[in-house]
């Protein structure tokens, strides 16, 4: 099993930064990927980014792509997004997730999420 937890979330005015934080513990030499989603009211949950845990190889969304940032610090065990240049359309409760597949994008593993709110 692993666990993760989120923070720094918070309210922002548009062109503002955030940066989020998830912290993995558990079985946490089983993940090949990290990754963060987000879900608006009303809203399905939609993919944002994501990491590789080994090489650090990215993938965004085309919806922050140039804005925002993905990182991770294996030795703390952490993945960060960097979220620069916020618009009222980022509002919504962001996940981050772990998966352990390299050919299948399936993350069975989810925190509790935290809200960021994007005022005008």
């Known amino acids: 099993q692993v666990q993760l937890a989120e923070s720094g979330g918070g309210l922002v005015q548009a062109g503002g930064s955030l940066r989020l934080s998830c912290a993995a513990s558990?079985?946490?030499?089983?993940?090949?990927?990290m990754g963060w989603f987000r879900q608006a009211p009303g809203k399905e949950r939609e993919f944002v980014a994501r990491?590789?845990?080994?090489?650090?190889?990215?993938d965004y969304a085309g919806s922050v792509k140039g804005r925002f940032t993905i990182s991770r610090d294996n030795a703390k065990n952490m993945v960060y997004l960097q979220m620069n240049s916020l618009k009222p359309e980022d509002t919504a409760i962001y996940y981050c997730?772990?998966?352990?597949?390299?050919?299948?994008?399936?993350?069975?593993?989810w925190g509790q999420g935290t809200q960021v709110t994007v005022s005008s």
């Open positions: 997730a772990a998966r352990d597949t390299l050919t299948i994008v399936r993350y069975d593993y």
């Open positions: 990491i590789t845990w080994g090489t650090g190889n990215t």
């Open positions: 558990g079985r946490t030499f089983s993940i090949y990927a």
